[in-house]
């Protein structure tokens, strides 16, 4: 029997926990989770196939959550730290892009956050700031890099703690006195140090206090030779992440889907892959899959994560006037038929792994299981 085949035969009600007694539907909080976003051009002065649709399924959310994985340009850009086919910058429009999208919440944690040198960090969280999107991941100092951000929703308030491991450049990484990114370094065990370690759960334990779901965010560049599998002691971090108080892990950083599972009701969601793409690397760059994703959507009440829903899409590689159309490349749309279901195979398959169960309905969503 096909594995897929094997998990539809789980019932619905053992995927979705119940709901407290009397507890209205009005206060349930939809929050959905999408892939990293390179974004380096404004599309919303034109558009691209499948957007209308996306973007109606994306609004019926109380909150949005992308990492911004783009420099965004501003009057105290320094040097390019890195060769320009790599560099991700862009002006403050595509923020507006991913506001229309749903986005309300932004880590800006990745090892392209010092593209443009500390002042890129500072024009970055100037922008955001200025078009009205909580951001964290960096900051003007470490303090200000590991606080908390915050979205309040009529259903209830969401917090992003976010953080990096892998691949900062010197001199990316915020200390007491200097702007940068909230680092988690590993130590001589290959676990997460432990002075990063605590300074990331304090602040998630802080967030759990204030807020209805807690996110919390890895973007992570130490991959195992093999990008698809999650690291252990990335799964290790992931959980004491839950013990501290976050609702659900999420993480970004390799360019696919990685596998997710539960622990302790919360989903942990270790590599969410592609959103939008517009990277400046030649058509087969990078591998096919690498140009499809899932939104995730989850539903919480009273504080605890009731359903996870997966939904299927599919990126451009090539733009809509030929490879070398940058601007309308990368961009997402609903996956539907064969590819459709081919992408929640692959990401069950590498659930199961991990002990995440997921159940495919007619293959245009699957639901992951949820105690």
Known sequence: MHRRDFLATATASALVGSVSPGMAAASSLKVTLLGQALIEHDVLAGSWPGRLDLAARLASADAGFTNLETVIRGPRAGAPTRELLTLHAAGPEVIETLKAMNVTLA?????????????GIL??????????????????????????????????????????????????AATPTRPGV????????????????????DALSDAARRADVVIAYQHNHDWEPDMA????WQRVFARRCVDAGASVFVGHGAPLLQGMEVYRGAPVIYGLGNFIFQTEKPPGAYPPEAWEGVLVE???????????????????????????????????????????????????????????RLLIGDGTDAQLQVP
């Open 107 to 119: 880590a800006t944690a990745n090892n392209h956050a010092f593209d443009l040198g500390t002042g």
């Open 123 to 172: 024009d970055t969280l100037a922008a955001l700031r200025a078009a009205g999107l909580p951001s964290a991941g960096t900051g003007n100092d470490l303090a200000g890099a590991t606080a908390p951000a915050y979205h309040q929703t009529p259903h209830g308030t969401v917090a992003l703690v976010a953080c990096a491991t892998g691949k900062v450049r010197e001199g990316g």
């Open 182 to 201: 909230n680092e988690v370094r590993r130590d001589a065990s290959g676990q997460v140090a432990a002075a990063d370690a605590t300074r990331v759960l």
């Open 229 to 232: 599998r999650v690291p252990d």
């Open 298 to 356: 989850c539903e919480f009440s009273a504080r605890r994560c009731r359903s996870v829903r997966l939904v299927p899409i599919r990126l451009n590689e090539i733009g809509r006037a030929g490879p070398d159309d940058l601007a309308t490349r990368g961009m997402p749309s609903l996956a539907s038929g064969s590819q459709a279901l081919a992408i929640l195979d692959r990401i069950a398959d590498r659930s199961l792994a991990l002990g995440g």
